[in-house]
């Protein structure tokens, strides 16, 4: 009996220790205040494409000051020992001299040597690398600056649709109380004998339907606030308080000429395309110098032991110089120089080809996005006015409906039709938005 007692608080504590374990969930996250300005910082500095490129901007600048290192002068210094076994040493002996020994047996070599090296003349290639190289290194800059003006895009369109889908539920969760008040009133209406139950029927279909409108409007609030997180780089599920005050104003930013001319001449999409024809035209250069004479000055300092420029050798320690004028001239290469030139200037025409695309492109951009700006800042005074004519219409169609002389159902196409304005207008300030961040991104801001 004991045993069994035992056994049985055991068991409670074990399974009191389990709940336990499955109540203590994680502590909630604590709200993050975002606004626009440091949504887009955040984005910037947590976004690994853009450290990627910039990584990628460090390796071309690299690669300029390896193409200026081929101007200056190679040094190289070098040491050796060698053991050699052992040798006849040679030894002429002539009538009245002393024997003399030509090739003597010298085991250990020592050898220390300095050398320097110039290019004089490279029929331009030195300096076409270093142009190629500088065109890379702007070209690399310009994709991560083009990138730079996508994230920025990216990140207001991700804020403003956070925004407008919390919006969106604001004004619904309104309606349904609304709706939930006039079903009230309706019912007890039906009660008196008052009204008919298909108003009864009509209003709880118009409250539920703005009801799914609403959980839909909170859903599309979560998915947009998820990738807000994820640009901004914050742990999933973290709330976030957002300033309204995007949706609040917007302004056109200038005729489409000057804006068209803007784009066309600072985005940088453009400006690494152009970087890039420049860097294939300095690589036709380079592959054009491999037909040129080379010309470059050598130096030279040994200090030995055996010196073998010394002769007749000795086990002594000797040093020696030399300095030299090189040049060298391929004259005849089967035609490997001419098919490089060729193939780099067909590359920099296709450049040239594409850069003429994207201008066209870019300039159809920009118009398309001003005037879908327009159109977005025209509804605006629009949407307004239908919300005050749709507030003034319940108004009017409730004090009717109080007064007994209006249909239940006139006063629920009145507060639809407020609804509908409402969601309306709130639509129309997150077009207004995407479209100036989208136009912002068209010009290369």
Same mark, same amino acid.
């Given at each position: #009996?004991?045993?069994? =007692?035992?056994?049985?608080?055991?068991?409670?504590? #074990?399974?009191? /220790?389990?709940?336990?374990?499955?109540?203590?969930?994680?502590?909630?996250?604590?709200?993050?205040?975002?606004?626009?300005?440091?949504? +887009?910082?955040?984005?910037?500095?947590?976004?690994?494409?853009?450290?990627?490129?910039?990584?990628?901007?460090?390796?071309?600048?690299?690669?300029?000051?390896?193409?200026?290192?081929?101007?200056?002068?190679?040094?190289?210094?070098?040491?050796?020992?060698?053991?050699?076994? $052992?040798?006849?040493?040679?030894?002429?002996?002539?009538?009245?001299?002393?024997?003399?020994?030509?090739?003597?047996?010298?085991?250990?070599?020592?050898?220390?040597?300095?050398?320097?090296?110039?290019?004089?003349?490279?029929? /331009?290639?030195?300096?076409?690398?270093?142009?190629?190289?500088?065109?890379?290194?702007?070209?690399?800059?310009?994709?991560?600056?083009?990138?730079?003006?996508?994230?920025?895009?990216?990140?207001?369109?991700?804020?403003?649709?956070?925004?407008?889908?919390?919006? &969106?539920?604001?004004?619904?969760?309104?309606?349904?109380?609304?709706?939930?008040?006039?079903?009230?009133?309706?019912?007890?209406?039906?009660?008196?004998?008052?009204?008919?139950? $298909?108003?009864?029927?009509?209003?709880?279909?118009?409250?539920?339907?703005?009801?799914?409108?609403?959980?839909?409007?909170?859903?599309?609030?979560?998915?947009?606030?998820?990738?807000?997180?994820?640009?901004?780089?914050?742990?999933?599920?973290?709330?976030?308080?957002?300033?309204?005050?995007?949706?609040?104003?917007?302004?056109?930013?200038?005729?489409?000429?000057?804006?068209?001319?803007?784009?066309?001449?600072?985005?940088?999409?453009?400006?690494?395309?152009?970087?890039?024809?420049?860097?294939?035209?300095?690589?036709?250069?380079? &592959?054009? &110098?491999?037909?040129?004479?080379?010309?470059?000055?050598?130096?030279?300092?040994?200090?030995?032991?055996? $010196?073998?420029?010394?002769?007749?050798?000795?086990?002594?320690?000797?040093? =020696?110089?030399?300095?030299?004028?090189?040049? $060298?001239?391929?004259?005849?290469?089967?035609?490997?120089?001419?098919?490089?030139?060729?193939? !780099?200037? !067909?590359?920099?025409?296709?450049?040239?080809?594409?850069?003429?695309?994207?201008? !066209?492109?870019?300039?159809?951009?920009?118009?398309?996005?001003?005037?879908?700006?327009? &159109?977005?800042?025209? /509804?605006?005074?629009?949407?307004?006015?239908? +919300?005050?004519?749709?507030?003034?219409?319940?108004?009017?169609?409730?004090?009717?409906?109080?007064? /007994?002389?209006?249909?239940?159902?006139?006063?629920?196409?009145?507060?639809?039709?407020?609804?509908?304005?409402?969601?309306?207008?709130?639509?129309?300030?997150?077009?207004?938005?995407?479209?100036?961040?989208?136009?912002?991104?068209?010009?290369?801001?």
């Amino acid at each position: #009996m004991k045993r069994s =007692t035992a056994t049985y608080l055991l068991l409670a504590a #074990m399974a009191a /220790g389990v709940r336990a374990e499955d109540s203590a969930a994680p502590p909630p996250l604590a709200p993050v205040r975002l606004s626009l300005d440091d949504a +887009i910082a955040r984005a910037r500095a947590s976004s690994a494409r853009l450290t990627s490129l910039g990584a990628i901007g460090r390796a071309a600048s690299e690669g300029v000051r390896l193409a200026n290192a081929g101007r200056r002068p190679d040094l190289d210094l070098a040491a050796s020992y060698s053991r050699n076994s $052992n040798v006849p040493e040679l030894i002429l002996a002539f009538p009245g001299a002393a024997p003399r020994t030509i090739f003597p047996n010298l085991p250990n070599q020592w050898r220390a040597h300095v050398g320097a090296s110039l290019p004089v003349y490279t029929g /331009g290639r030195l300096q076409a690398q270093v142009a190629a190289a500088s065109e890379n290194e702007r070209a690399a800059i310009s994709d991560r600056a083009a990138f730079d003006n996508d994230l920025v895009a990216e990140t207001h369109v991700a804020y403003v649709n956070v925004l407008l889908a919390r919006e &969106s539920a604001r004004v619904l969760g309104e309606a349904v109380a609304s709706y939930e008040a006039h079903l009230k009133d309706a019912r007890n209406r039906l009660d008196l004998g008052l009204s008919a139950s $298909n108003e009864v029927l009509a209003i709880t279909a118009e409250r539920e339907r703005a009801q799914l409108l609403r959980v839909q409007a909170e859903n599309a609030a979560a998915m947009a606030a998820a990738n807000l997180l994820r640009l901004v780089d914050l742990p999933p599920s973290t709330p976030v308080d957002l300033d309204p005050a995007p949706l609040a104003t917007a302004s056109a930013p200038g005729e489409i000429d000057a804006l068209v001319k803007r784009a066309t001449s600072g985005r940088a999409e453009l400006e690494a395309l152009r970087a890039r024809i420049r860097a294939m035209e300095a690589t036709v250069r380079v &592959s054009q &110098s491999a037909s040129r004479p080379q010309v470059g000055v050598q130096a030279g300092y040994d200090f030995a032991n055996p $010196n073998p420029r010394i002769l007749p050798l000795t086990g002594t320690w000797n040093d =020696t110089w030399s300095i030299g004028l090189a040049v $060298n001239w391929k004259v005849l290469d089967g035609g490997k120089t001419a098919a490089a030139s060729a193939q !780099a200037e !067909a590359q920099a025409d296709a450049l040239r080809s594409q850069l003429k695309d994207l201008e !066209a492109r870019i300039r159809l951009e920009v118009e398309t996005r001003r005037l879908e700006l327009d &159109s977005a800042l025209a /509804g605006r005074a629009v949407a307004q006015r239908g +919300i005050e004519a749709a507030r003034d219409a319940v108004r009017v169609a409730s004090d009717r409906y109080k007064e /007994g002389v209006l249909s239940s159902s006139e006063l629920l196409d009145a507060e639809t039709r407020l609804l509908r304005a409402e969601l309306d207008a709130t639509q129309n300030d997150a077009q207004i938005q995407v479209a100036l961040a989208n136009l912002t991104r068209a010009v290369g801001r």
